[in-house]
């Protein structure tokens, strides 16, 4: 068709040579052009073809470390958090991660595990060690993961080193109630958060440690420190109707 253009799958330069019986050097030259012999004499009509945007690559193998998922900087932190990265694979083919990826923890002892898997190119596959790190003790961690796999072309994007912060456990949050929690219409309760953290935000929206309630329902409120850690707890009310009490009924026979 007259001006479109369609794109055509890679074609593999050295599988084609060796499919015709030859072997493949260290230089070759590429031809492009119709099959037939017939020539273009317009810009318009239908009587040739022309080539644009051609690209020739070598398949290089190029993977590394993208990002580290687990452990982030947290309250109340554990002996035993897993480590989680991202390897991506940079490369421009399918890529069969052969090697070792390695971890270090504030350049302390290496840490390396033997690893098999493929990975698409432009895709990411999730590694998680099977040995965990002792981030109880409060602290900033420096935490350095990196591949070592054969036959990769560029070393400046295996390795990342990530700072993890490990802070105190969270004060328990408690929500005192300051009275019953059902009661009659018409009369309410205070639910107070314990004091000590730098935010509250309370599920009806109420931003202050403590709210006044008069309608039945969930009441939950979050609290966040000063380290940036949360947590939450509820509390649910009830509401019932007072009965009405001493109304007589009467009988007008006029």
């Known amino acids: 068709t007259p001006g479109v253009y369609f794109n055509i799958t890679s074609l593999n330069l050295t599988q084609a040579l060796k499919n015709a019986g030859q072997t493949p050097g260290k ?16 810009t318009t009509a239908n009587d040739g073809i ?15 470390i993208a990002t580290m998922n687990k452990p982030t900087s947290g309250c109340g932190m554990t002996n035993a958090e897993a480590v989680e990265v991202d390897v991506f694979n940079y490369g421009t083919t399918l890529t069969n991660v052969a090697g070792k990826i390695g971890m270090r923890l504030n350049n302390g002892a290496v840490i390396s595990q033997n690893v098999n898997f493929n990975v ?5 596959q999730k590694f998680t ?5 002792d981030l109880s003790v409060t602290g900033t961690y420096i935490i350095d993961t990196w591949t070592e796999l054969t036959g990769d072309v560029d070393a400046t994007n295996d390795s990342l080193k990530e700072t993890v912060n490990s802070y105190p456990a969270m004060t328990p949050l408690n929500i005192i ?6 009661f009659c219409f018409g009369d309410s ?14 599920s009806n929206g109420k931003t202050t440690p403590d709210i006044t309630v008069k309608s039945g ?17 509820n ?12 109304f007589n009924w009467g009988i007008n026979k006029n």
């Open 27 to 42: 230089s070759m030259q590429i031809m492009f052009g119709q099959k037939n012999n017939g020539t273009s004499t317009s």
């Open 50 to 64: 022309t080539f644009d945007d051609i690209l020739v690559w070598t398949d290089v193998k190029d993977v590394g």
């Open 120 to 124: 698409g190119r432009n895709q990411t």
């Open 129 to 133: 060690f099977t040995q965990t790190l």
């Open 177 to 182: 109630a300051s009275g019953p929690l059902s």
């Open 189 to 202: 309760v205070i639910l107070t958060a314990n004091s000590g953290y730098a935010s509250y935000k309370w």
């Open 217 to 233: 329902g969930t009441y939950t409120c979050t609290v966040t420190n000063a380290n940036g850690c949360t947590a939450s707890q």
């Open 235 to 246: 509390k649910v009310i009830s509401v019932s109707y007072k009965p009405i009490t001493g």
